[in-house]
């Protein structure tokens, strides 16, 4: 861990960086526990710690460095305190003049930086950190590590690394939560606070525009009230209105979509609104809501196979599936579910095609044999996931268009395809 605070009238950018030749000149007043380094015009940095040996030409060999002053005409304006750092490692990247390397191994722990009251552009790199701008326009980033980056006064910045697609924007009370989506260089949950605006490297949004209609569809059609991105985006004007409720929409394909989805099937309606907000909601009753975390673990076939599973097998599903499909073999119950979900009747090679190499995997879910019912009710919910995956089809498409009059209020409990089923939508594969 290293803390860093800066002087009155002293700011740092740790984004400018000279990073070619040995620019660093041999130390001077050297002992066990301190040396310094003169730069001239007036710039000194006196280190101290424990062991410090030195070579010829002067520089330190060996030793732990625990803290470091910086001096300008013999006034202390800069700290780094806290510190545990190898004399060999810091001095190879003074030789090699990489300062960006030497700045990444100082702060490669949960620092703490403290800005000045002055513009500062501050790095955590990596660890757990919290920068605090202080004053000035700052620019922060967090870089790896679920940091806390707070700008303080004026109007900041939190810059993160990639695609603002690779993020998930989110409130918690009045602070911003941004999220990182990656599974490969992820770089953390970052807590926001007292910033204006978000970097990335395609594009940066202002905080302070967000889309009324936007966040209100994301509460009813996500029935999250915490997820911003896609309203920022939008009030931003990086997207239009439609364009972002359609977003939304293809969103719930992995939340609200299960649970319509699997209702309309094997209940023929879909839920009301108090048992939407039951399987779905981040604030309603249940803990292990399709938003909640029980539910991060699955991917999306699986979501709707355990849907499908617990109604079909045992659920409020179970006796009229049972009753058009106990005695049905799999192919031709496939046949019939697909009938049902795409509206048109598929080929006898298409059915090969879907189950042939898949009878353990539906069987591993459903728990009874590969004639069982609950195998017939995973492979019911793999066509779900499958056809709301393409976007094609009656259920996917009717359940498109219940999702995107959602967006400003609808009507729950109705059979989808009653209501909003039409004939183009029948696909035969």
């Known amino acids: 861990m290293t803390t860093m605070r800066l002087g009155t009238g002293v700011s740092v950018d740790f984004l400018d960086l000279d990073t070619s030749g040995a620019v660093y000149p041999p130390a ?3 002992s066990s526990t301190r040396f310094v380094f003169d730069y001239g015009f007036g710039v000194t940095e006196a280190y101290t710690g424990t062991g410090f040996t030195y070579g010829s030409d002067g520089m330190p060999t060996s030793g732990v460095i625990t803290a470091m002053t910086g001096f300008t005409d013999g006034v202390a304006d800069i700290w780094f305190t806290d510190m545990a750092l190898s004399i060999a490692t810091v001095v190879g990247f003074y030789r090699s003049g990489d300062a960006l390397g030497l700045q990444s191994y100082i702060l490669s722990g949960s620092d703490v930086l403290y800005g000045g009251d002055d513009l500062d552009r501050m790095r955590g790199f990596a660890g757990d950190d919290r920068l605090e701008g202080g004053g000035g326009n700052d620019e922060l980033y967090g870089d790896a590590g679920d940091d806390t980056l707070d700008g303080g006064a004026n109007n900041d910045i939190a810059g993160f690394s990639g695609l603002s697609a690779n993020y998930k924007i989110s409130k918690s ?9 990656r599974t490969t260089g992820n770089q953390g949950v970052d807590t926001l606070i007292n910033i204006e605006r ?3 490297d395609d594009r940066t949004l202002s905080l302070s525009l967000t889309s009324s ?51 309309q099937f094997f209940t023929g309606k879909i839920p009301g609104q108090a048992g939407i907000d039951y399987l ?15 539910y991060q673990s699955f991917n999306l076939e699986n979501r709707y196979i355990n849907f499908a599973v617990n109604l079909g097998k045992v659920g409020e599903g179970k006796d009229a599936f ?21 509206g048109g009747t598929p080929t006898d090679a298409k059915v090969h095609a879907l189950i042939d ?31 709301a995956k393409a976007d094609i089809g009656m259920y996917s498409k009717a359940n498109d268009a219940f999702l995107t009059d959602l967006a400003d209020g609808a ?17 035969a594969g």
């Open 357 to 387: 190499s898949r009878v353990d995997y539906f069987a591993s879910y459903g728990g009874d044999g590969a004639t069982g019912i609950g195998t017939k009710a995973a492979m019911v919910g793999w066509l779900l996931a499958e056809a």
């Open 322 to 342: 049972a009753a058009k499909y106990a005695g049905l073999n799999l192919f031709d119950a496939t046949r019939e579910a697909y009938k049902t979900i795409f």
């Open 213 to 263: 209609t936007i966040t209100t569809a994301t509460a009813n059609i996500l029935r999250s009230s915490t997820a911003f991105e896609t309203s920022l985006l939008v009030g931003n004007g990086y997207k239009t209105t439609s364009q972002g409720i359609a977003d939304l929409v293809k969103a719930a394909d992995a939340t609200t979509s299960v649970a319509t989805l699997a209702y």
């Open 173 to 181: 009370g009045a602070n911003w939560v941004v999220s990182d989506t």
């Open 28 to 30: 001077t007043q050297r």
């Open 411 to 427: 009507t729950f409990a109705i059979d989808l395809v009653g209501v909003y089923g039409k004939a183009e939508y029948n696909y």
């Open 198 to 200: 978000v970097k990335f």
């Open 280 to 294: 779905v909601s981040t604030t309603g009753p249940n803990p292990n809501n399709l938003n909640s975390a029980y």
